[in-house]
């Protein structure tokens, strides 16, 4: 028969857990300190403000939610449809895009844009997801599967409305298309870059939060 462990006297007891306090005070503190910085009003922001895209402040957290991915077709000879793991605006920082499912000039040019982005942050990419949802017809599969096969796309619908619905006042459904928008690992809509955005100020951004921040 195994001995009952014998339990700690309080004084090692309360040791223990200082200690572990002050290990998660090590781990959280710069975290936290990180994003008041950025978000918050501290004061200590420089005063031309060091972020290349649009801030959405404060920023705004979403809806607890999975979205229904659209499923890829592949091309050619035998195509299938192939099925594509949900999608969780969480866990990573995200570039989301929303436009037609068509994927006109515009949309294509944004899309590169963020592959580009991503790519450069070499060791870093996979802190950071693309993800496309697509409103009205869906979806150039052939462009698609060909020039971002790691692009994550959803169907415009009821889910995504959610989203929407959180973008800063004033904007319509018109506005949203070829906007590029940062999402935080806990879900925060924090910023957006316009149409004419150049992709240098977006990867500068992504560069220093990703240093700022442990999570994603």
């Known amino acids: ?5 014998t339990p700690l006297p309080p004084i090692d007891q309360r040791r223990q857990r200082r200690l572990l306090i002050g ?20 004061g200590m922001q420089p005063v ?9 402040d404060p920023p705004r957290t979403l809806p607890e939610l999975t979205l229904e991915p659209a499923q890829r077709e592949s091309t050619g000879a035998g195509a299938a449809t192939l099925a594509a793991a949900s999608i969780v605006l969480k866990h990573q920082w995200t ?19 963020t592959r580009q982005v991503r790519l450069n942050l070499d060791h870093e990419r996979d802190r950071v997801q693309r993800v496309f949802i697509a409103s009205g017809e869906c979806c ?8 971002h ?8 619908g009821s889910q995504t409305r959610q989203v929407t619905a959180l973008l ?18 806990m879900g925060n809509l924090m910023m957006y870059y316009p149409v004419d955005a150049p992709p240098k100020g977006m990867l500068e951004d992504l560069k220093r939060l990703l240093k700022l921040s442990h999570i994603g």
């Open 23 to 42: 290990l998660a005070l090590l781990f959280f503190a710069p975290i936290a300190v990180s994003f008041y910085l950025y978000y918050g009003r501290s």
């Open 149 to 156: 096969p790691d692009l994550k796309t959803a169907r415009g």
């Open 140 to 147: 150039d599969w052939e462009y698609l599967n060909g020039q």
């Open 1 to 5: 028969m195994t001995p009952a462990a």
């Open 95 to 113: 570039l989301l895009y929303f436009a037609e499912g068509a994927c006109a000039e515009a949309c294509r040019a944004a899309l590169y844009k």
């Open 48 to 56: 031309g403000r060091v972020n290349k895209g649009v801030l959405i």
């Open 168 to 185: 800063p006042a004033g904007d319509t459904t018109g506005d949203v298309a070829g906007r590029v928008y940062l999402i935080d690992p």
